[in-house]
């Protein structure tokens, strides 16, 4: 990750001594992989993508304008998204299903700290 985005690239054994690249840059906030390694969890202004490391092809691409947090399942088959709620009605804590970018779960929730998240 640097200033220009996230890329993904393939490690040692390198070829002509240089890493392979599998996924060319893609603008970010923040990424992170899933506990297994399997996946990668990058976070856009517009919302987050998710890839698979192994193909490094986008699994799905989820539309959350303002995110702030974002967490993998221990399994890696759900997403956990957070943005500040405009109202109480706002169903802003959101768990996604990984595969398919479908919302399961949504709720409303004030605020949020990194010892309860």
Same mark, same amino acid.
């Given at each position: +990750?640097?200033?220009?985005? !996230? /890329?993904? *690239? =393939?490690?040692?054994?390198?070829?002509?001594?240089?890493?392979?690249?599998?996924?060319?840059?893609? /603008?970010? %906030?923040?990424?992170?992989?899933? $506990? $297994?390694?399997?996946?990668?969890?990058?976070?856009?202004?517009?919302? !987050?993508?998710?890839? @698979?490391? $192994?193909?490094?092809? #986008?699994?799905?691409?989820?539309?959350?304008?303002?995110?702030?947090? !974002?967490?993998?399942?221990? +399994?890696?088959?759900?997403?956990?998204?957070? +943005? +500040?709620? /405009? %109202?109480? #009605? @706002?169903? %802003? *804590?959101?768990? &996604? @299903?990984?595969?398919?970018?479908?919302? =399961?779960?949504?709720?409303? #929730?004030?605020?949020?700290?990194?010892?309860? &998240?």
């Amino acid at each position: +990750r640097g200033p220009e985005g !996230v /890329s993904l *690239l =393939v490690g040692p054994h390198f070829k002509e001594g240089e890493p392979a690249v599998k996924l060319e840059k893609v /603008s970010c %906030n923040s990424a992170k992989f899933s $506990d $297994d390694g399997s996946k990668l969890l990058v976070t856009m202004e517009s919302g !987050v993508g998710i890839y @698979d490391c $192994d193909g490094a092809t #986008q699994i799905c691409s989820i539309e959350v304008p303002g995110v702030i947090s !974002v967490a993998f399942s221990p +399994r890696g088959k759900f997403l956990q998204t957070f +943005r +500040r709620p /405009s %109202n109480s #009605q @706002d169903k %802003n *804590l959101v768990l &996604w @299903d990984v595969q398919s970018g479908a919302a =399961v779960y949504q709720l409303y #929730q004030k605020n949020i700290s990194k010892a309860t &998240w």
